[in-house]
Each structure stands twice: as C-alpha cells, then as structure tokens.
C-alpha cells in the first residue's frame, strides 16, 4: 500500500533564518530583530489572506512583510533594499541534516512529496538550488486551490492529490500551525521542533510525533504507519 510523506517546505526543509547575513549587511545590528518579525509578519499576512478569501502568491506576503518589519523597527526600506532582501528569501539553503534524511526516507520505499504556500515555480527553484528536488515524488502548491494553510481545503487538496487515504498521508512540518491543520483534517503528523526552545499550541489536537532532528525523523517516521489511527 502507496504511504506518502508530505514535506513543508519553509522552515522544515529550508532554512528562513538563512537571511540573517544579507539582513546584517542591510540592516546592520537589526538583522535577528527583523528576520524574526519578518517570518512572524509573513504567515500572519497569509493568515488574513485565506481567511478573507483574498488569495495572492506567497512572494506578494513576503515582500509586504519585508517592508513592515523594516518600518518597525525604524528602518526605511529603499526599493533596492527590499530587492536584495527578496532575493537573498529566494536563494535560501536547505539544513544542513535535510539531504541525508530525505534520502533515507527515499531508500524505505515511501513517497515524498513537497507540499508549500509558495508558488510551484519558487519552490521549484528553491529546491533546485538547494539540490533535494530529485527526492519528491511531486510538488503540490497552495496556489492550486487560492487559499493558505491552515485552510482545511488546502490539505484536502494535498490528500487528493497524493491519491491515498488519510492513513496513509503523513505531514511533517515545523510549523505548529501546520501540523495542527493536518491533524484536524485526519492525516497523521511529525512536528519537527527545529527549535529546542518552541512550544506546541495546547489545543486538543496533538502531533503523532515529535521530533527533535531530521535524522530522528527519517529514523522513527515508519512507525507513524503502524500506528492505528486515533
């Protein structure tokens, strides 16, 4: 039986923080300061936007929350500055343990597919270029639906595309808000804590598991299959 391992792309696979030496040569010692609102402002602005229904590509909520994160911190973004900024988000490296496990997972015989808010074409080039695109089976974009995670529809969409039942669908992602959207839509789910110091909302739904490293996620996810489903 198909068993498919979805990968968020952003934070999971790819490192954002990755910015921080573009950042320090623009901003000076307000690099972190802005990286981490910068990420902050970039899901919350794709938040609204699925919530009203106002669909536009992952790149339009990064750039705008460039340009907030700049103003918040008293920094005035000059166009070159939020170019170089843009690009340097296009240009990111994968972690350091991501090429090892993924092709772990790829030799267990299970089916990897990169599932990302960015558009197909930027993700495309984003794994390209951080030399993991050969390990997924498919790459499926929120774009196909015009909506954001944690829209229901877009995980709905994942498992469609995918082609097998929940049980056989499993997210990982260090995102808590993306695992919790998983979760609520039945499929099993790893959060990946890429941050010892990160916390999993205290809601009722729960990961499958949690994992500190993604060689531990590449040596205990075939378990999450043998799991009866709660």
Request: with cysteine.
């Amino acid at each position: 039986m198909k068993k498919v391992v979805a990968f968020d792309i952003y934070g999971t696979l790819i490192d954002t923080q990755a910015v921080l030496k573009c950042l320090a040569e623009l901003v000076g010692d307000k690099a972190p300061a802005i990286s981490r609102s910068w990420r902050q402002k970039q899901l919350e602005y794709s938040f609204r936007r699925g919530l009203m229904r106002d669909y536009c590509d992952f790149s339009v909520c990064t750039r705008q929350a460039f340009i907030f994160a700049c103003g918040e911190h008293a920094v005035a973004a000059s166009e070159e500055m939020i170019e170089l900024a843009m690009q340097a988000y296009s240009e990111l490296d994968a972690f350091a343990d991501v090429p090892a496990g993924l092709g772990a997972l790829h030799e267990m015989g299970l089916h990897l597919y990169a599932f990302s808010n960015g558009s197909r074409a930027s993700v495309e080039r984003l794994l390209e270029r951080a030399g993991i695109r050969h390990h997924f089976e498919a790459l499926v974009s929120v774009e196909e639906v015009r909506s954001f995670k944690p829209d229901p529809e877009v995980y709905v969409h994942l498992q469609r595309r995918c082609g097998v039942a929940a049980a056989q669908l499993c997210l990982v992602s260090s995102n808590p808000f993306d695992v919790l959207g998983a979760v609520h839509c039945g499929l099993r789910s790893v959060w990946l804590r890429r941050d010892p110091a990160s916390q999993f909302d205290p809601w009722d739904l729960q990961p499958d598991l949690t994992l500190d490293d993604f060689g531990e996620v590449a040596r205990r996810l075939p378990e999450i299959f043998r799991q009866p489903m709660t």
